[in-house]
T-cell receptor
Framework: EAGVAQSPRYKIIEKRQSVAFWCNPISGHATLYWYQQILGQGPKLLIQFQNNGVVDDSQLPKDRFSAERLKGVDSTLKIQPAKLEDSAVYLC????????????FGPGTRLTVT | DAKTTQPPSMDCAEGRAANLPCNHSTISGNEYVYWYRQIHSQGPQYIIHGLKNNETNEMASLIITEDRKSSTLILPHATLRDTAVYYCIVRVAVAGNMLTFGGGTRLMVKP
């Protein structure tokens, strides 16, 4: 079974530029999560989708961050404009809607804002 | 979800058992104890979870105290590849429920 795929793995941008991250969850997983992990801290949930609907986006800085999952499969997370404090690893995870309560994480995208 | 407390770091000799403690004194009756680990430059990986009985799988054992206020993750024969940050999380075991990560314990396995 293929795992959660993310791209790119690394990205360096200047502040005020925009950036987008892509995630392809495990096939058949209805729930998709985006987490932000700042260096030295545990991951923090940004947004959770169930199929193509948003379940929880209370921690998403909506003035600059946006995310979509149009067909209930792949998802993109965008930052526009980026700030220095957005430097972090952005992790995507997925889980099935029924059955297992475990989450499966991708390798993450490391963003550096200069 | 209940809050957990873990030591920030621990060392373990290769081949010995690694015992990672976690306090969760405010755990609710329907909350499970989950353990994930994160090896450097990788996403977190599920290890094990339990409600009140001790659990064992191919990766680790989970010991939960009778009052459920604390637990211990045991890696019976630690290897260098077990060097990682280990996160203890308590949550209701419902598919689609979010994970709330704390700071975790950084385990260093030394030769």
């Amino acid at each position: 079974e293929a795992g959660v795929a993310q791209s790119p793995r690394y990205k360096i941008i200047e502040k005020r530029q925009s950036v987008a991250f892509w995630c392809n969850p495990i096939s058949g997983h209805a729930t998709l999560y985006w987490y932000q992990q700042i260096l030295g801290q545990g991951p923090k949930l940004l947004i959770q989708f169930q199929n193509n609907g948003v379940v929880d986006d209370s921690q998403l800085p909506k003035d600059r961050f946006s995310a979509e999952r149009l067909k209930g499969v792949d998802s993109t997370l965008k930052i526009q404009p980026a700030k220095l404090e957005d430097s972090a690893v952005y992790l995507c995870a997925s889980s099935p809607m029924v059955g297992s309560s475990e989450q499966y994480f991708g390798p993450g995208t490391r963003l550096t804002v200069t | 979800d209940a809050k957990t407390t873990q030591p920030p770091s621990m060392d373990c000799a290769e081949g010995r058992a690694a015992n990672l403690p976690c306090n969760h004194s405010t755990i609710s009756g329907n909350e499970y104890v989950y353990w994930y680990r994160q090896i450097h430059s990788q996403g977190p990986q599920y290890i094990i979870h339990g409600l009140k009985n001790n659990e064992t799988n191919e990766m680790a054992s989970l010991i939960i105290t009778e009052d459920r206020k604390s637990s211990t993750l045991i890696l019976p024969h630690a290897t260098l590849r077990d060097t990682a940050v280990y996160y203890c999380i308590v949550r209701v075991a419902v598919a689609g429920n979010m994970l709330t990560f704390g700071g975790g314990t950084r385990l260093m396995v030394k030769p």
